[in-house]
């Protein structure tokens, strides 16, 4: 086979640990600050940029097919997306979709767009007080404001009033958006979904069963895999395909969240990126899925061997633990390797961390990845780890 000569624009140092997969030659557009040793060691050249914008990705992507035969153009971070894609669409070259990729970035397309289908969830882009005051007449409270374009939780809210509504739509007005999205809040258990699509097959990678702080939006555990009866996994997997196809999604991982209420699922929102809260490595190591280098890899032919994943597979089942108070990483180890298998552990130490109250997913200092040989052997040993966690945070003046 061939070796096919792939832009890829930005990543997470730690995506580029497996990169790249066999007969994959990369060329990466990514800013200075987030060049690591890792991306060092998988790239065959790095085209620097100062920030993901259409002007500076379309100029290294232009560098690097003046210089080699490029066969593709691709992105699987949140800001790269969209920039990945315009300049793919300019170039002519093969990638992820510019028109899926404006739907997953802006949320009220992507409502707009599934509007009058089973899919649809009544939403407003709201300009004024008279807008939310109706929709809220309309559906009731709770419900959901947010910035249409926003991610890890920024900007969010589930208002239980209209005087809360309008306090926090004014809070967003200040902020500079003309308009923000309301949507109608809608009851169950929440999940993650993760997809891949090879050329137009989807595929239900794994679901995550996702836990958020009491009463607010912030991730503070992730279990994958979920725990879901054959019946349930099924009627995700028929809904996403369902949506994969309205939405005209052909090629790569989509991270989709869903809630889940008895027979009903209803969309939260849909990412065309791996998840994540380290999710992504959470699929690579249970499921054997490399999400990314499964895109790249069968961008132009094959299909992912079975046989090949069930290899690759580490753990049964792991655990995403998120810190809201800063914890030294060798305190942590020192502890909790004693009780399981620690696969990461990351934490920011600064002066102000411990006064810090957490409001958007960006702001918490670190992270516990853990990993156990099944799902039953998780269950048994996360409720420790969380109380060891619990404690050490109070011990520090910190507050959930």
Same mark, same amino acid.
Request: one cysteine or more.
């Given at each position: ?292 280098? /499964?895109?790249? &890899? ?5 299909? =992912?061997? @079975? *046989? +090949? #994943?069930?290899? $690759? ?27 399981? /298998?620690?696969? &990461? ?5 600064? =002066?102000? @961390? *411990? +006064? #810090?109250?957490? $409001? ?41």
């Amino acid at each position: 086979m061939a070796t096919r000569k792939i832009i890829m624009v930005g990543s997470q140092d730690e995506i580029f640990e497996e990169l790249p997969p066999e007969d994959i030659e990369l060329y990466v557009i990514q800013p200075a600050s987030l060049i690591g040793p890792r991306l060092r060691v998988a790239a065959a050249d790095i085209y620097t940029i100062e920030a993901f914008n259409d002007e500076q990705v379309l100029a290294g992507a232009r560098f690097f097919c003046e210089r080699h035969a490029i066969d593709g153009l691709f992105s699987f971070t949140e800001y790269g997306l969209l920039p990945a894609a315009n300049a793919a669409k300019a170039l002519g070259l093969p990638g992820i979709s510019a028109e899926t990729t404006e739907l997953c970035r802006n949320k009220w397309k992507l409502r707009e767009k599934l509007a009058g289908t089973p899919l649809h969830v009544p939403f407003v882009m709201a300009d004024n007080h008279a807008s939310l005051t109706q929709f809220s007449r309309e559906n009731g409270f709770p419900l959901v404001l947010k910035d249409p374009s926003g991610v890890g939780s920024i900007n969010v809210k589930i208002c239980g009033s209209l005087s809360e509504t309008l306090v926090f739509f004014d809070e967003l007005q200040q902020q500079g958006y003309a308009y923000v999205l309301a949507e109608k809040y809608v009851q169950g258990t929440e999940y993650s979904v993760e997809t891949l699509s090879i050329r137009g097959r989807h595929q239900l990678i794994g679901v995550t069963d996702k836990h958020l702080l009491p009463g607010g939006l912030v991730e503070q555990k992730h279990v994958y895999p979920a725990a879901l009866t054959i019946e349930a996994r099924a009627r995700i997997e028929r809904y996403i395909c369902r949506l994969l196809e309205q939405i005209e999604h052909r090629h790569g991982p989509m991270h989709i969240e869903v809630k889940v209420d008895e027979e009903r699922i209803y969309l939260i929102e849909i990412n065309n990126r791996p998840g994540g809260d380290y999710i992504w490595d959470m699929v690579n190591k249970v499921s054997g899925v490399n999400l990314v280098a /499964e895109t790249l &890899r069968y961008a132009f032919d094959g299909q =992912p061997d @079975s *046989n +090949e #994943r069930q290899t $690759r597979q580490r753990y049964g089942a792991m655990s995403y633990i998120a810190l809201f108070q800063p914890i030294p990483p060798s305190t942590i180890r020192q502890t909790l390797e004693k009780m399981t /298998e620690l696969d &990461r552990v990351q934490c920011q130490i600064s =002066p102000s @961390s *411990n +006064e #810090r109250e957490v $409001r958007n997913s960006f702001e918490r200092p670190g992270f516990v990845l853990i990993g156990e040989q099944d799902a039953a052997s998780l269950s048994a040993v996360l409720p420790a780890i969380e109380e060891w966690i619990d404690a050490q945070c109070c011990h520090q003046g910190g507050r959930l």
